[in-house]
Each structure stands twice: as C-alpha cells, then as structure tokens.
C-alpha cells in the first residue's frame, strides 16, 4: 500500500480528473451550438453533419486516435498549425489529448442536447420572440434554464466518457508522465510491466470512481438521464 | 387599427385550403375569429403575429407596415408589439410569476408588473412558479404576461379550451373585465358559441378559409332566417317509427328532447343531421340546416 503515498502515484488520476473538465468545457462551447443549429435551422447536409457527430460511436478508437495522430503531428495540418502558434506539435501533448477528447466525446454532449433541443416547448421560444427577445437572449434566458437536465446529462456523460477513454489516448498521446499520462494509460503499462499490484491499486480506484459518477447520475437525475447513454 | 388583406395556401385535414381574408380590425374592440378547427383560425393569429408568413397580400397596424408580399417587407415578430397568448400558455417554467411579466416588459419595471398582477387578482401568487399553479391560474398569468408587453394588439389562441367547463365561464368573465380595464384590441380564436356570444364586440366567422360571417353575435348568431324566437340548434341522435308517427330524437347542447313527426318530414332526416328545431305556434318544425 506504499504506493498510494507516492505523489507519482497520483499525478495519472489529476491528469485524467483535468483532461476531463477541461474536455467537457469545451465542449459545452462547442456542442450547444451544434445542437441548436441542428435541432432548429432546416438545410440541406443534415444527414451528412449528423453522421459526422456520430462517427466516434461507431469508430474504433484506434482508428480515430490513428487520424488524429497524422494530423497533429508537426507535419500535419493542425499539428504544424500549432507548432507555429504555441511552439508545440499536438501530438504527445496535453493540448492534444485535449482536441482529441473534444471530438472524440462530442456526440456524448451533442446527442442529450439535440434530443433536449427538440422536446423543447416551440410556443416558449415564440412567446420570447413576440416579447421582443433576441434569438441569444431566448437561448441564454428561456431554452437553457428550460433544458438543464440535458444540459447537466451531456456534461456529466461526457465526463465519464473523457474519463474512461483508451484507445484515442494511447494513439495520440503515448505515454509521458505527468503530460500524456492519463489513469488509463497507467494501467496498461503497469500490465505490461508485470506489475499487477499497481495496475490493481489504478483499476481499482477507477473502478470505483466511475461507479459513483454513474450512480450519482442515477440517483440525481433519474429516467431523463438513462436513455442518453444507449443515444 | 389592424389592416389585413391576405392569402395563404394551408394544408388542412381535408387538404389544401385556400385561405383568404380582407378584414379590418377597429381599435379596443374584443374580435373573436370563429369557425371549425382546421380552416386557419390558428394561422391567422400567427401570421399577424409574425410566427408564419403569409403567400400573398398586406398586414398594417395603425398604418404602420407588418408585412407586404409586393414590397418584400416582412417584419420579425421581436418588432410586431404583439400579445400572444398560446394555447397552452407557454409560460417560462424556470422564473416565478413575477418574473414571467418583467421577462415580457419591454422595459423592467416592478411596480408597473404588480399593477397588473394586482388587477386581475394575481398578486398573491407573484413569488409561485407556474407548475405550481392550477390550469385557471395559469391561463391569467398568461394573460397577465401578455398585457405586461405593452401590446399594440392582443392575441389568443382558444385561451379557455384547455379549462373545465367551470373554470372555464369564469375565466370567461375575467377575460370580459380585464378587456374593460385594459381596452386593449384583441383577436380570439374560439370553436364554442357561448364564448364568443358573451364576449365579443365583433365576430368573424371562418368557413374553409373565407369569411362566412361577419358583425355583432347578436346579428350572426340569433338566426334571421326563421320569425320564430324560439330556435335551437340540434342533432338527430335517434329516429324511431311508432305506429303512424315518428319520434326522432334530438340532442340539444346537454339537453335531448324527443319531437314528433310524420312520415313525410321524416323522409329527408338522417341520424347525425345538423338541424333547428323551433316552435311557431305549438308545432315544433324541423328542418335540416
């Protein structure tokens, strides 16, 4: 039990705790707006950016991490992009397991907020519109307060999904302490180095992290939660 | 006054229903747009509101322009200044009742709001969210909220229908005291003859799409074409041969009465006939409408 004193110990559970937050900030930012245009704008290509969202679901995640890590390296596209604007490729950084947990969980957030979207009330929205609202003040002031338990669904699944993610981070992030070392990744190393104590002590305390989150959604948010996660 | 000169192509239940209306709307007055459901009674309301854009012609208020199909001018409903009340009120589940009113206000102002809540007898209940309100309850909020937006024209679409039957007269009242306090110029979509009997000032009556009727309750509603005062209208629910004669019988709003009739009157009735029954004399005449 020595180890779970040692502060190395630790550092691969604060690194999958901040990958997580900082993921599902994002993609608050990112998915609101998706879903919105989605739920509410009528155009041609829905089917096609739908499919796009949803890609991640179906996808092995090796295949995704492989892509990712093409262009995040610092021949890539995004990976060059980014050298030039912050010194760093993508790849084997935080910030790149970062854009790859956004879009890799983006479905997560974006499937709860679409289906909140939709269920949403059509005559409150108008009613804000004859009151001289905004389309902003309407989404900020009447749709989001009116779909909370979506909102709180997306964040909280997307969460537990960032946390439990592999095989993109493998890929794209490898496996350096303190940056790209995330829980799951220690595992598998330990697994691979024979050291079972340790890869028990990790998978143990993942095991039961993700347990409370789960049951904590269930205990809180009850049957609106359960069907996002078959979405 | 509300100016319109439309027409729109509606897909009805019995499908496409050409809609068509010219119509000027006097100021303060209480209109009611009457008729079955399905010939775009709703969709008259929200083409004024801006909700919907209409295929053809003019909507002005107070000679300002709302929408204009040859001058391309369709104005967005954020700058129409209209109430709308909808059907199942569509109030804002996440603020209180008094906060729903400074939501609808162009500009905030409390005093202003309690005004009204205090008006119509609200005041009481101005800290409670809307799911906690009784269905009456919440159709005055409702209304509330939209005479707290200042309207230049107030809309309801079949506000009462969602009520019972007791609730539902009172709020009847209501409505008729509220549009003595705030004379504010209202459209209200309804199917029951009742209502619109005790409350408008003018009546139009929609039939597939076009004006069928238009002027006092009074004028449409208290029939012109029989001299008998005594008049109701009534569907055969039943026609059953007694030896020589025939009862048929007739339900009358929540009365059913039985009426005597011979042969040869009885030839052209059929059970589910829309008819009036009215008495000259002693003799009940029927006659299919």
Redo the contacts between chains.
């Keep these: 039990m020595s180890e779970l004193l040692n502060p190395t110990f630790w550092e691969p559970f604060g690194l999958t705790i901040k990958l997580a937050f900082i993921t599902t900030f994002f993609l608050y930012l990112v998915g609101i707006p998706i879903a919105y245009y989605l739920a509410y704008t009528k155009f041609r290509f829905r089917a096609v950016l739908e499919a796009i969202i949803a890609m991640p679901l179906v996808l092995p995640p090796s295949v995704l991490g492989f892509y990712f890590l093409l262009a995040f390296s610092q021949n890539g596209f995004l990976g060059a992009l980014w050298k030039d604007l912050f010194g760093h490729q993508l790849a084997f950084h935080f910030d790149g397991l970062v854009i790859g947990s956004i879009i890799f969980s983006l479905p997560f957030m974006v499937h709860p907020l679409l289906s909140g979207f939709k269920a949403m ?1 059509k ?2 929205i ?9 389309k902003f003040q309407t989404l900020l ?2 749709i989001l ?2 779909i ?1 338990s979506s909102l709180a669904t997306g964040g909280v699944i997307s969460f537990a999904h960032t946390v439990g993610e592999f095989g993109v981070v493998l890929m794209i992030g490898g496996n350096i302490d303190g940056e790209t070392k995330v829980a799951s990744i220690a595992i598998y190393n330990e697994v691979e180095a024979l050291n079972y104590s340790m890869a028990h002590s990790y998978s143990l305390i993942l095991f039961a992290f993700s347990f409370a989150i789960l049951w904590l959604v269930y205990v809180k948010l009850g049957n609106e939660v359960k069907g996002s996660f078959h979405a | 006054m509300l100016e319109i000169s439309i027409s729109k192509k509606l897909l009805g239940a019995t499908g496409v229903i050409d809609f068509e209306l010219i119509c000027n709307f006097e100021k303060e007055e209480f209109w009611t747009i009457f008729g079955e459901s399905g010939i775009g009674k709703t969709t008259l309301l929200r083409m004024i ?3 919907e854009t209409p295929d053809k012609g003019s909507i002005k208020m107070d000679g300002e322009v709302w929408f204009d199909s040859e001058k391309k001018i369709n104005l ?9 009340v ?3 009120y ?5 603020m209180s009742v008094l906060q729903n009113l400074l ?2 206000q ?1 500009h905030k102002n409390i005093s202003k709001a309690e005004e009204i809540l205090e008006a119509m007898g609200l005041l009481a209940l101005k800290e409670r969210v809307p799911n906690t309100l009784s269905g009456g309850q919440r159709q005055r909020v409702a209304l509330a909220r939209s005479i707290a ?1 200042e309207p230049k024209i107030l809309l309801l679409d079949e506000p009462l229908s969602a009520l019972d039957a007791l609730t539902r007269s009172r709020l009847q009242d209501e409505l008729k005291k509220t549009h003595e306090i705030f004379k504010l110029t209202s459209l209200m979509v309804s199917h029951d003859r009742l209502e619109v009997f005790k409350l408008s000032d003018q009546v139009l009556w929609l039939k597939e799409g076009k004006i069928f009727q238009i002027g006092k309750p009074k004028e449409i509603f208290l029939s012109k074409t029989s001299s008998s005062k005594f008049s109701f209208e009534g569907e055969i629910l039943n026609i059953e041969k007694k030896d020589v004669i025939y009862v048929v019988t007739i339900g009358i709003d929540k009365q059913i009465v039985e009426v005597v009739v011979d042969e040869s009157e009885v030839q052209e009735l059929q059970v589910g006939n829309i008819i009036n029954v009215s008495t000259k004399a002693f003799a009940p005449i029927i006659k299919i409408r």
């Design positions: 009330d005559f409150q108008e009613a804000a519109h004859t009151m001289g609202k905004g002031k009447v307060p009116a909370k | 509101a801006g909700l967005i409903p954020q700058k129409r200044k209209v109430g709308f909808f059907q199942n569509a109030l804002f589940e996440n939501f609808a162009p937006q």
